[in-house]
């Protein structure tokens, strides 16, 4: 008798959040030897309700016409973790299911990639603070928003990338992790994706229609304040019928549409010239650290770049 295969997933880009990584999935979704869910973010291993349901159902549910392809997400929550999901959980879970997996890792600048985040959070309508008040309070270890409790809101925290990886590096051979810059998506799209190809095994000639793929743009002002889900969905009765009775993946589609239509883009940019910048940093430089040693990849950002 002949043991059936595993269902497994072959790789999976963990992240970072805000780091570009909806234009990753644009530019590789539509590789014929590619096998992605319909919409980008389809999070298994963080979401306790999906993955009690198993990865042979989350396979089955989420990909169609798998055979003979290489099958993958693009999902940045695994380098966030989600409620009581964390990512050292994340990255656990992801080995005990798919311990071969080729992990593709998407980093930005981590100051940027924070502001970034905190824009998007103050858009839909959860943080009012400045983004000074928020950083302060993160680099203090209080991740909290002021009156909520549901946004993953630890700006500062989740651009540790030397600590957030640290994790996976135990469980995952060095070779199986792929780490990039948004700066090299940006200046070097097509060297990126053979790279990347060529990593998942498909054909490293395959190149999209067009490489100038430019998705999400940021904003930290909302088109109609009463449709960000700060407000909708803190009245009462819409709370209840959202959270309770409005399936997880039906959720996370209508958010995501909403989110990125409700978008006002806007000319706010990162002051570089405060305190709190320079004091972040130097909040960031160990770990800068910890991320070049190990991913054995040093970092293109002035601020750490060792002269």
């Known amino acids: 008798m002949t043991s059936q295969k595993k269902p497994t997933l072959d790789f999976i880009c963990i ?13 590789i979704k539509d590789h014929p030897e590619v096998s992605l869910p319909s919409t980008k973010e389809a999070p298994f291993f963080s979401d306790d309700r999906v993955y009690g349901k198993g990865i042979d159902w989350y396979l089955k549910t989420y990909f169609t016409q798998t055979k003979g392809k290489k099958t993958g997400t693009v999902t940045p929550q695994y380098m966030i973790g989600e409620g009581s999901v964390s990512s050292d959980a994340v990255a656990e879970r992801i080995y005990k299911d798919s311990p071969n997996v080729k992990l593709i890792v998407l980093v930005r600048h981590p100051v940027k990639r924070a502001f970034s985040h905190y824009r998007m959070l103050k858009k839909r309508g959860y943080d009012s603070r400045s983004f000074e008040e928020a950083a302060e309070a993160n680099m203090k270890g209080d991740a909290q928003i002021p009156g909520y409790s549901e946004p993953d809101s630890d700006y500062v925290g989740f651009s540790r990338y030397g600590h957030i990886l640290a994790r996976y590096y135990e469980l995952f051979p060095k070779k199986n992790i792929l780490v990039f810059t948004t700066d090299e998506l940006q200046n070097s799209p097509e060297i990126l994706l053979k790279t990347f190809f060529k990593f998942i095994g498909v054909d490293d000639t395959y190149t999209p229609e067009t490489t100038e793929v430019v998705s999400r743009k940021g904003g930290s002002k909302p088109r109609v304040r009463f449709l960000t889900p700060g407000f909708i969905f803190q009245i009462p009765f819409v709370k209840t019928v959202w959270q309770n009775y409005t399936p997880q993946g ?6 995501y549409s909403l989110n990125l239509w409700n978008t006002s883009p806007d000319n706010e940019k990162l002051d570089t010239e405060t305190k709190t910048y320079e004091k972040l940093v130097d909040y960031f430089r160990p770990d800068i650290e910890l991320f070049e040693k190990l991913t054995g990849k040093k970092v293109p950002w002035k601020e750490w770049s060792k002269k």
Request: avoid cysteine; glycine fraction near 6%.
């Open 15 to 27: 992240g970072a959040a805000k780091s570009a990584t909806t234009t990753l999935y644009e530019l």
């Open 250 to 255: 039906i959720r996370r589609r209508i958010e």
